[in-house]
């Protein structure tokens, strides 16, 4: 399963350099991976209220910054789910801009809900076999 979307570089994203800002990356990491389940008839607030969960926090991400982006630039974001585990799953992404990489990422993201016993505290949970099957 995986999406794309385009990237418009804007100046407020970028840094006095005029290359982008990484920060930015991973915000564009996130709207990826909200677009990808969204192309998969998964809207976050519906899947969330339907499996009762409080969503897929992010436990780990990475990004290999290959070449830099500009302001004025269109980057490509192709977000894919990688593996999808017990109570997490992976997803990589792939920024192109004019036929080349120029950022390459991951996130590990858990099925989480609040802990029974905590409820300040997140529960990493079994993820559920027919939403895996929607993301396999």
């Known amino acids: 399963m995986e999406h794309s979307i385009d990237i418009d570089i804007e100046w407020g994203d970028c840094d006095p350099a005029r290359i982008v ?5 991973f915000a564009w990491f996130d709207k990826g991976t909200r677009h990808l389940f969204r192309s998969a008839g998964l809207d976050w607030p519906a899947l969330l209220e339907e499996y009762g969960v409080i969503g897929l926090p992010i436990v780990d991400a990475r990004a290999e910054f290959v070449g830099p982006c500009w ?3 269109t980057m490509t974001l192709t977000s894919k789910i ?5 109570k997490s799953l992976v997803v990589t992404h792939e ?3 004019d036929g080349k990489v120029v950022v390459k990422g991951s996130e590990i993201r858990a099925w ?3 802990h029974p016993d905590d409820p300040a ?15 396999g």
Not at 21 to 25: G, I, M, Q, T
Not at 82 to 86: L, S
């Open 112 to 114: 989480t809900r609040r």
């Open 82 to 86: 990688a593996e999808v585990r017990k």
């Open 71 to 73: 302001f004025g630039d």
């Open 121 to 135: 505290r997140l529960q990493a949970v079994t993820i559920p076999d027919a939403l895996r099957e929607r993301l």
């Open 21 to 25: 800002f990484y920060p930015n990356y």
């Open 95 to 97: 920024g192109v801009k």
